[in-house]
């Protein structure tokens, strides 16, 4: 790995993986921090609570969009500045928000939240695609992965205690100040990693062209479907949880902080699993794998619901074979979209991203919507999401082992 034209050691390559991770991270820190804040913020506000949802689902959107302007774009002009723009941006969005008088300037400000960190998430991705190859890159992006996994399960026990001791502005002061060591730090440390050369297409081509040639690669497609799918999953027990612990099971705030941070152990575990089984296998086989325990965990939660009260130790057990699955596959499948667009990686990482943000999206929607009890509508976003992930993988894999055996 090269950065700045000159060639870094294994110690120095850890340290820029830990910062991309941070990178991938801020995202995903500044939407579940404020979950706990929202009976303050409500107060405070003089908003309904039903109504401050809103911030997650505009931040969302705002988010996935974002994503498809800021890949091609660092395609064309280099990945630093976007990176750092977007940070500053990042940075005066969780101020405004700090200082919010109503719901309205509270809303503006997580738009412009979501418009800055949207570059810093998938540029990181993007970044490890200039850096990395082959194994190396899988390793990054399972590091990332758990980075990313981590954020939403220790936010919100983070900032349940940062509501209490200094009051919920607390929590977007915090995730500005982490915007801004993050931006510094990758400012003096890895900068530019792609410079567009002469004679790439990418340039002439624009944005538009640039999704068209990545989008329509089945190659593309399939890990990037799976992604999005087990990355609903992963969504979807986040916005259903809370209901589910709180509402079914008894568990205080508190409680549910301590739950999501334990959960982010088992996640830590199929990250560090999850290279090692490549070197023994694939990473195509080890993403398959992933799928069907992912699947199990899905089903084993609608018959838990089903068959029995509402027991915690079977959401439990059902949840951690569901994150065991998603740790091994999802960073899998986000390598393997990636590997093949070296020229395009920006762009690649842009639609891969805005793919699994609109399956974030679509899950917590169902799980809304679904008329069946938030344990049932869980595990069946996430059982047959995965089900739909696996097809596309498996799909994705035949037809080009078939065009590899065409004889020409």
Known sequence: MNVHGKKVDLKQQKRVVYLLAGLAALGTLSTNIILPSFPSISADLNVPSIRLSLTLSVFFLVFAGGQLLVGPLSDRIGRSIPVVVGLVVFVIGSLICSMAQDFNMLLAGRVVQAIGVCAASVLSRAIARDLFEGPSLMRAMSFMMIASAAAPGFSPLFGAMLERTLGWPATFIFTAVCGAVIGGIYLFTIGETHV???????????????YVSVGTSKIFLGPTLASAFIMGGLFGFFSAAPSILLGQMGLSTLGIGWFFAATVFIVFAAGAVAP???????????????LIIAILGGSGLILSALLSDESL??????????????????PLCTAQALIPFAHLAGAASSLLGFFQMMGAAIATGLIAILSTTPSVSLGLVQAVGCLLGLIALLFSLSSTNKKQTVPS
């Open 196 to 210: 567009p050369q002469v004679g790439v297409s990418t340039p002439k081509q624009g944005a538009f062209l640039s």
């Open 313 to 330: 130790i079977y959401f439990t057990l059902a949840t951690a074979v569901f994150l065991f699955g998603m740790g091994l596959s999802l």
């Open 276 to 290: 090692r089984l490549v070197k023994q296998s694939s990473s195509t086989s080890v993403s398959v794998v992933g």
